[in-house]
């Protein structure tokens, strides 16, 4: 409790000492020009922003203080842009998103305990040190970064998850038959207690939201064996040595307790030939896996993120060789390559028709089928080289298509937006979530909605083309009402009317995941630790496989992957019946 004080203490110093020239409205005054400029400290000073203002949420209303746990989100007042109402529930997939927070400030922490820093990155000095200043104040370092207080500061990264672990352990006494996976579940308003089942799944769980978690539980646990590792080796930090060693063993058994299950719940069987179930329903949750009959139903073999979980099942469950190729074999059909014309009215910013760009076709080319790439080393090029190709290759298209047609964001599946209440006295009412929106000609299924951009639709970008997603995601946080108290807003319409007024850690998090390059390196350590068969490690066989997979599709040279990412043709207009924040 005294750290908590303490680092509150810290940061409010942090945020006073800056407060001449920031303002939660930041956006508008960014130079985009200077974003792009490896010469220049405009990025640096954005993603510092970006820290500062993402952090009451990741550190404050996005995480139930008690329990340890994510909460989904948080409804904002229209007027204030302050939290009117907490979400009462959340997910496996958001537990991911925090866990691979927490991971990326114990791996800094321990960087300043004289860890080894991060090996990537090298060809832009601007951005590893723009990174640095995005994890200062989202992590809540002290500003005169000493080792000491880092290392205090930590503290709270560490206790964070402890107190997480407890609460996973208490559901999973409760509810043994999930396996260690997380169904949705409920989070008591008094952030005391524990979590609990949430109607409709009661006793049911998703493949897809759990492949995000266990690689978050991955990621955490390699950070906290990095910060114990750096911790024993600085004179004076046993005791912290001691608290990351005992939390990267819990994490590491949580995940391999998970794997241990992974087949009872999910798999179908060599029979199957390879089918993974999207949902499996549970018949008594309250025995263990193996001791309740349990029912499958929907296929997760999309080539998207619902693939971090075919992974949990090749790599970590001790299938054999044939079974392991069949999940491979089962995904093909999914797996495509699209030829996209590039506008000619992109001349002008340096590509243009009739340059081709072989794109992956999605499911809507929503940006958030690409979370893949958050947590497992997909766009790490001297690891996959044809798998990072093919995933620039698609924000090479994503943005071509909203500047060619003057649509002034990207597009990903979000929270709807919401007509401005009559009142202020009154909430907000909030006509749903929006799951078909992208782009047709890229899609395999068709689009419903073009009207409303997010800034997490240059979540992906941000880990293909950093400095290019900075511009298009600060362009949509310029917007009216995009930029509050709890930072970046979840979405807004093109013609300026109406906001999603939520914060989600779906679309705040997701980004600055992306800005900060994910876990993938984190997660690679692991799995390059693990042995596969013939003398090859578990990352080994992550190389081949990916690569292997997307040659067939792709070839190696993936024509237009290095063509430039066009920027911003068309703002979002301001209208009169819609305001900022009045607290911004
Ligand atoms: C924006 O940044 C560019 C590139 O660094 C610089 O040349 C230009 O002068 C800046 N514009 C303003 C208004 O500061
Ligand atoms: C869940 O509880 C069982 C029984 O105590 C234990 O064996 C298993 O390791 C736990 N799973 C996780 C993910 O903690
Ligand atoms: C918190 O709320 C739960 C119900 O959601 C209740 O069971 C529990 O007693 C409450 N705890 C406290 C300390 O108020
Ligand atoms: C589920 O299993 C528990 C523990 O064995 C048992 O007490 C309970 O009656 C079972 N529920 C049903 C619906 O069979
Ligand atoms: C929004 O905030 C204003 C100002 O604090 C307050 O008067 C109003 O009641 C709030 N509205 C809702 C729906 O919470
Ligand atoms: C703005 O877009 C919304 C849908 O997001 C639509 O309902 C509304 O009619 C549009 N308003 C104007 C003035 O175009």
Not at 241 to 247: D, G, I, K, Q, V
Not at 297 to 310: A, H, I, M, Q
Not at 331 to 358: E, N
Not at 561 to 582: C, H, K, Q, W
Request: hydrophobic letters at 45%; charged letters at 15%.
């Amino acid at each position: 409790m005294g750290l908590k004080h303490a680092l509150a203490g810290l940061a409010c110093a942090a945020a006073s000492a800056t407060a001449a020239w920031s303002t939660c409205r930041w956006a508008p005054a960014v130079n985009a020009s200077a974003l792009l400029d490896p010469g220049s400290p405009e990025l640096g000073r954005v993603f510092g922003l970006v820290g500062e203002f993402e952090a009451p949420f990741v550190r404050g209303v996005g995480v139930s203080s008690g329990l340890g746990v994510t909460r989904d989100g948080a409804v904002l007042n229209y007027t204030t842009g302050t939290a009117a109402q907490l979400h009462d529930f959340s997910a496996a997939s958001k537990e991911g998103f925090h866990l691979a927070l927490a991971a990326r400030c114990i791996a800094d922490a321990a960087e300043a305990l004289g860890g080894r820093p991060r090996a990537s990155a090298a060809s832009d000095p601007g951005l590893q040190l723009a990174r640095k200043e995005l994890l200062r104040a989202l992590c809540g370092w002290p500003s005169s970064g000493s080792r000491r207080r880092t290392a205090q500061a930590a503290g709270y990264w560490v206790a964070t998850l402890g107190a997480k672990l407890d609460s996973f352990a208490r559901f999973n006494s409760s509810f043994p038959g999930f396996g260690g996976y997380l169904p949705w579940f409920s989070v008591p308003a008094n952030n005391s207690g524990s979590m609990g089942l949430l109607q409709g799944w009661e006793n049911r769980v998703p493949a897809l939201d759990n492949g995000e978690l266990f690689w978050g539980v991955v990621a955490a646990g390699q950070a906290a064996r990095r910060l114990a590792g750096a911790a024993s080796e600085a004179p004076g930090f046993e005791s912290a040595a001691t608290e990351a060693e005992s939390l990267a063993a819990r994490l590491e058994a949580v995940w391999s307790a998970m794997a241990a299950t992974a087949r009872t719940l999910f798999w179908g069987g060599a029979e199957s030939r390879g089918a993974v179930f999207a949902v499996t329903t549970i018949a008594n949750v309250s025995l263990p896996p193996g001791q309740s009959p349990v029912s499958g139903s929907g296929r997760l073999d999309d080539p998207y993120e619902g693939e971090l979980f075919t992974w949990v099942l090749d790599l970590l469950t001790g299938l054999d060789a044939a079974e392991r190729e069949d999940l491979w074999l089962a995904k093909r059909p999914q797996l495509a390559a699209v030829p996209y014309r590039m506008p000619s009215q992109l001349a002008a910013q340096g590509a243009a028709a009739p340059d081709t760009v072989s794109v992956q076709r999605g499911f809507w080319f929503s940006a958030h089928e690409q979370m893949k790439g958050l947590y497992l080393p997909y766009t790490d090029a001297s690891l996959v080289p044809t798998s990072a190709k093919v995933l620039r290759a698609c924000e090479v298209a994503r943005a071509a298509d909203s500047a060619a047609r003057r649509v002034p964001g990207l597009f990903a599946s979000v929270t709807d937006v919401a007509a401005v209440p009559p009142s202020d006295l009154l909430p907000p009412v909030i006509p749903g979530y929006i799951s078909a929106a992208g782009i047709a000609a890229l899609a395999s299924q068709p689009i419903q909605r073009r009207d409303v951009v997010t800034p997490y639709g240059a979540m992906a970008m941000a880990l293909v083309a950093p400095r290019e997603a900075a511009v298009w995601y600060v362009h949509t946080l310029a917007a009216t009402a995009m930029q509050g108290p709890l930072g970046s807003t979840a979405a807004c319409n093109v013609n300026g009317t109406e906001i999603a007024p939520v914060a989600t850690w779906d679309s705040k998090s997701s980004t600055v995941l992306g800005f900060l390059g994910g876990v993938g390196d984190l997660t690679g350590e692991a799995l390059a630790a693990l042995p596969d068969t013939g003398g090859a490690t578990k990352l080994d066989r992550f190389r081949a496989v990916t690569e292997r997979e997307m040659q067939r599709v792709f070839g190696t040279t993936v024509p237009g992957s290095d063509l430039p990412i066009a920027l911003p043709t068309a703002a979002v207009p301001r209208t009169e019946g819609l305001r900022d924040f009045v607290t911004c």
